[in-house]
């Protein structure tokens, strides 16, 4: 992999900053103007910025903390793309830049993305954008007031004092701090179902991330008068579907390995084993794992996360943050961190653990060359969710599942409807986690403009692309790295229009907003329109002929169109697949074929592609590169319905997936 300077920002006084049109001097000064202010210097913030800059535009970030990037660089480097084929604009760019750093060759408009990678691969490639586009990033600025005037922001000021002024803003961090401060609606928590017509919000006593087996909730096990565990709550578990102020678990994403030079997992200061007598019995009780999980994302390398009913997540203990002080979040981060570590520290180390746990957790450790400042752990604290606007339009499970398409969307979403656990529970003289649903979605769906822009009454300059219009289980599935990018895009191409028109943000003209987000990449319908010689068959095109029996499946996300179909891994030999397009003319196209991936798919499908030439058989792995275009290779073929693709099921070892087939003319 070729070098990338981590070392792109220069910091200069209280900013740190890269070579812009910005006079060093004014970078420092008590007051700084830009056409856009940026709050929040996660992957969105950054996006806005960077787009603004190539719109022409003046633009800078402020950040409270010292860290850069979000939780893309943050340790989730085992992205949450759903079907990464929607992901287009600078989002895409990011992760086609990704991919070039890894394969040593430079990035172009048609490189693939890759969206797994190391933390500081996806820092040095912020770096790099950041100084092309010449965005300067405040470190160490949290707010402490804001100016408006009328409906209008004017400035905000910094807790040093320092004031940034702006014809227009965007709030781009995970806390909503600057909306909230500007006078905008928000909410914080799970609306109940009735509120908006769905069917998966609120309380929900479901089986992920559930025990399996049964434990004592209380100090002395099966005595309730002993009291309760910590973290456990003591109010009876509400009707499923009812509304509370509750939200998702945080934990961070530990970027761990197994190489030698690894850092073993410390023992915190405040470490107190009482928090993991739960999990002890759970382990006594028959639970040998999994307690954590290990994602390769690159050089031996891990994005570890929540799994299982206790796990990294510290179900409880964020409750206050959304709306807490900074100081107060600095406390409750450090909680979820002393929590996290003593967990670890826990599972490698306390001779209770059976000792096949301790060295199979001891195997693993924190890359000594990740997070260096931190010694390792990453600084960014996951915030799955904190506070949410409350707009014109707020995006439900019914936008999620394509039942009512957005008039006006700026960005797709194609991620499951995820929430982690909010809450331990007794039900029974048992415990139980409440919270988590893990609901597919048909495929990628519209966000509306609406949803990141405050009423008009309340900010007219502002624009909120991460804490968005949502309800709680829609912003599940919403609230994914590569749609903040998405977002951050598009809010700062509005914004930067409504400067030019001297316009409310509200007021711009949705037309005019989608022909420029389409002339910059954006993707805003599913499935794409078809480019110049290019034919996509779904497996629901009246072409498609069969045989034998195939069902209809949306159980697995990333399929083309409203669903996918499989063979029922059954018929061996009988159940056949042809898709067969119409080629608008002769020439060479390369073929390729998709399908969503699961490790219970065949690793050996055969697919026949016939061409002018004859028929070429290839055999695919469905057990991976799910949700993408897979290349087939390239073909002379002829116009017409000559050509076709194959999918066979003769032999092979698990479910064979039919989704779409797709014919790209090159030449």
């Not at 209380?218 to 578990?237: D, E, K, M, T």
């Not at 409880?316 to 900074?326: D, E, I, K, R, V």
Request: with cysteine; proline share 6%.
């Amino acid at each position: 992999m070729p070098s990338i300077s981590r070392r792109a920002l220069l910091r200069v006084g209280g900013a740190a900053v890269v070579a812009n049109g910005f006079a060093r001097q004014a970078l420092a000064a008590p007051v700084v103007s830009a056409d856009l202010v940026i709050y929040g210097a996660t992957s969105g913030g950054l996006v806005a910025a960077i787009q603004a800059r190539r719109m022409g535009r003046s633009a800078l970030v402020l950040e409270p903390s010292n860290h850069l990037g979000g939780l893309t660089t943050g340790g989730l480097g085992q992205t949450d793309s759903g079907v990464s084929g929607s992901i287009r604009g600078i989002a895409g760019e990011f992760y086609r830049r990704v991919h070039a750093a890894y394969a040593g060759t430079p990035v172009t408009p048609t490189s693939p993305g890759r969206f797994t990678f190391e933390p500081h691969v996806a820092r040095a490639v912020f770096d790099a954008m950041l100084l092309e586009a010449g965005v300067p990033v405040y470190f160490g600025v949290s707010l402490a007031s804001v100016t408006k005037s009328g409906n209008r922001l004017v400035e905000v000021v910094g807790g040093n004092g320092q004031a940034f002024r702006g014809g227009m803003f965007v709030d781009a961090s995970y806390e909503g701090d600057l909306m909230s401060l500007a006078g905008v609606g928000w909410t914080v928590g799970r609306e109940s179902n009735a509120q908006y017509g769905e069917t998966i919000n609120g309380v929900q006593l479901r089986s992920g991330h559930q025990f399996n087996f049964p434990v004592s909730p209380y100090v002395v096990a099966g005595s309730p008068s002993s009291g309760l565990l910590p973290g456990i709550s003591a109010a009876p578990v509400a009707p499923a579907g009812s509304g509370d102020g509750l939200i998702q678990a945080y934990n961070y994403r530990m970027c761990l390995t197994q190489a030698a030079s690894r850092i073993p997992f410390p023992r915190p200061a405040g470490y107190d084993v009482v928090r993991y007598e739960l999990l002890l019995r759970y382990i006594q009780a028959g639970w040998n794992g999994p307690f954590f999980t290990t994602h390769g994302v690159g050089n031996g390398k891990t994005d570890s996360n929540n799994n299982g009913a206790f796990s990294t997540d510290f179900i409880g203990g964020n409750y206050a943050y959304p709306t807490a002080s900074y100081a107060a979040r600095e406390s409750i981060a450090a909680d979820h961190r002393t929590y996290q570590q003593g967990l670890m520290w826990f599972l490698a180390n306390d001779p209770r653990v059976p000792s096949g746990i301790r060295t199979a957790t001891a195997s693993w450790g924190l890359a000594a060359d990740e997070f260096t400042a931190t010694g390792g752990w990453p600084p960014q604290l996951y915030v799955r969710e904190a506070r949410r606007m409350l707009s014109a339009h707020v995006m439900t499970e019914r936008n999620c599942r394509g039942q009512e398409p957005v008039p006006d969307p700026v960005g797709l979403a194609s991620y499951t409807m995820d929430s982690h656990n909010c809450q331990r529970v007794v039900v029974g003289g048992v415990v139980r986690n409440e919270g988590d649903v893990q609901i597919g979605v048909p495929g990628p769906y519209g966000i509306s403009y609406r949803s990141i822009v405050p009423l008009e009454s309340q900010c007219a300059n502002l624009l909120v692309p991460v804490c968005l219009s949502s309800s709680h289980i829609a912003y599940g599935s919403i609230r994914m790295e590569p749609v903040f990018m998405i977002l951050g895009q598009s809010a700062a191409t509005a914004a930067v229009l409504a400067l030019s028109a001297s316009s409310a943000v509200q007021q711009v003209p949705y037309s005019t907003l989608r022909a420029r987000l389409l002339a910059d990449g954006q993707l805003l319908q599913w499935p794409p329109p078809a480019g110049p010689g290019e034919v996509v068959v779904d497996s629901h095109d009246p072409s498609v002929t069969r045989a034998g029996t195939w069902v209809s499946s949306t159980s697995i996300g990333g399929y083309w169109g409203t669903d996918y179909e499989h063979d029922g891994n059954t018929a061996k030999g009988v159940n056949r697949l042809r898709f067969r397009p119409n080629l608008p003319s002769a020439g060479t196209y390369t073929v390729y074929l998709r399908w969503t991936a699961d490790p219970n798919r065949a690793s050996n499908v055969p697919v026949d592609i016939v061409h002018s030439g004859g028929v070429t058989t290839r055999v695919v792995d469905q057990r991976a590169n799910g949700g993408q275009w897979v290349s087939l290779g390239a073909y002379t073929c002829a116009a017409g319905v000559g050509a076709s693709v194959l999918i066979r099921t003769e032999a092979t070892n698990g479910y064979v997936i039919a989704d779409a087939a797709r014919w790209v003319l090159t030449g």
